[in-house]
């Protein structure tokens, strides 16, 4: 029986000054209020300094302070607001950063107790948490089990490519820690993902990822992650870059490693993403169908069915993942925490009119409006849809601006993938008819 903590961390009296309030607006009969956001509790503090980081510089551009909390305070309007705003039978909580884990396990106590209080009746409350590993002990690993926490666990692969870019503030490297998270997770029965990092070093070596992270690692389900990053990303907000100066795809300019390209040293290749999936693809097809879970697979898989997208880089339309930091201010993505594109703060407005408002609407939009004809012409549009906006960095054989900077290896991923994909979807197919 789960014990909750509530002696240890007592909570305090819901505050008595006035807290935003949300009045749902009527849904049409079957449908739900339902959104989804990272918790940036820390901001962008973290006890490692990855070279690819897109969060470390936050600090600089929010003017965060040093050692950022999300204040008690905070943390209650926070769970209050986002249970309000959610009609839906599951409401998930996923705490990112920085690094989570260096709040310490106080700070979760108080989250779990917190969803206690304001839970509504029959619904069900979820928590993920992504994380580098290095801090999880045997408390940890027994709190996420106690409370049925997903692991988002952080791993590039085998030690010499994972610690190419995987490092602490002093240098040294960490493959030794997530090795040994993984293990901790798994003693425990925690079930984790793994998420990996795919950057010029190890999209070259598809097989030794895939095998270290199934077989040495022990994960069932990966998610991979394309690393690119515009040389200004520290400075210059998505969709915010001069278009002029946007390369054509396919020239230098548009690759990692080049003396004038627009994106950083560590990006992956567009050429080398697409060949990664593509032998991923096939080892997990040939050996692991079915035992292993790769979110780009099924979600290519689900949308082949023509069912929903699974992930937000491959729908038609984003803007149900939002982004609140640790004092509270809400962005539209996660990958949009810019001033330019600061939506307002849970002190002032509820969680509720943020996520639902006409803004945030168009932001998701926006995925599909402003694709480039040469998209739209895709044969493989509706299992990718320009992938995601912040990736939209170069221009079109024609010219026209907007294409996505994976466009190539995403083209060659798609159509290596349609030579398995009936057969696929008609097993897929067979597992659900009910029997007759
Ligand atoms: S901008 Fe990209 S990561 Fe953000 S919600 Fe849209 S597709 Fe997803
Ligand atoms: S594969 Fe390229 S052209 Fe096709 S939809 Fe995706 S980004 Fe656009």
């Known amino acids: 029986m789960h014990t909750r903590p ?6 305090r009296q819901a505050a008595e000054a006035p807290q935003p309030a949300v009045q749902l607006a009527a849904q049409p009969q079957g449908m739900q209020h339902r ?4 918790v940036k509790p820390v901001g962008s503090s973290c006890n490692l300094d990855c070279t690819y980081c897109y ?6 551009l929010r003017e965060q302070p040093p050692q950022a909390r999300m204040t008690d305070d905070m943390l209650e309007q926070h769970i209050r607001q986002y249970i309000e705003a959610q009609t839906g039978e599951e409401v998930v909580f996923s705490w990112q950063g920085g690094e989570p884990t260096v709040l310490g396990l106080a700070f979760f106590h108080r989250v779990v107790a917190l969803q206690a209080r304001y839970r509504k009746p029959g619904q069900r409350v979820s928590n993920d948490l992504q994380t580098n590993g290095t801090l999880l002990d045997v ?3 027994r709190f996420l089990k106690q409370h049925n926490f997903l692991v988002g666990l952080s791993c590039d692969g085998p030690q010499r490519l994972h610690d190419r870019y995987r490092l602490t503030k002093g240098g040294t490297p960490t493959h030794d820690k997530v090795v040994a998270a993984a293990r901790l997770l798994r003693q425990h029965a925690v079930p984790f993902n793994a998420l990996c990092v795919v950057n010029r070093e190890n ?3 598809p097989f030794d990822v895939y ?3 199934t077989r040495e690692l022990g994960a069932r389900r990966l998610q991979f992650i394309p690393c690119v990053e515009p ?4 400075t210059v907000a998505p969709q915010h870059w001069e278009p002029g100066l946007l390369p054509l795809a396919g020239t230098a300019q548009a690759r990692p490693g080049m003396p004038d390209s627009i994106v950083t040293d560590w990006s992956v290749d567009p050429d080398d993403w697409g060949h990664f999936l593509c ?6 097809y040939r050996r692991d169908y079915g035992k292993v879970h790769v979110d780009l697979f099924e979600t290519a898989v689900a949308q082949s069915m023509g069912l929903p997208a699974q992930r937000c880089v491959t729908a038609q339309f984003c803007g149900k993942s939002m982004a609140v930091e640790h004092n509270g201010d809400v962005y539209p993505c996660d990958h949009y925490v810019y001033p330019e594109y600061r939506v307002g703060n849970i002190g002032q407005t509820h969680w509720g009119d943020m996520a639902y408002s006409a803004r945030q609407q168009q932001f998701g939009f926006a995925k599909r409006d402003t694709l480039p004809d040469y998209c739209r012409q895709c044969p493989s549009l509706t299992l990718c849809w320009g992938e995601c906006p912040k990736n939209r960095l170069v221009r079109a054989p024609s010219g026209e601006p907007n294409l996505n900077y994976l466009c190539a290896g995403l083209k060659a991923f798609f159509s290596h993938i349609q030579r398995d994909m009936p057969n696929i979807v008609r097993q897929v197919a067979r597992r659900a008819r009910p029997p007759a």
Not at 6 to 11: I, K, S
Request: net charge positive; glycine share 0%; proline share 3%.
């Open 231 to 234: 040389k200004a990303f520290r």
């Open 211 to 213: 095998r270290f992270l």
């Open 35 to 38: 959104f989804h956001a990272m």
């Open 279 to 284: 032998k991923v693809w096939d080892d997990w």
């Open 6 to 11: 509530v002696t240890l961390y007592p909570l």
């Open 55 to 60: 969060y470390l510089h936050k600090e600089q």
């Open 203 to 205: 999209a070259r070596h």
């Open 139 to 141: 408390q940890w690993a």
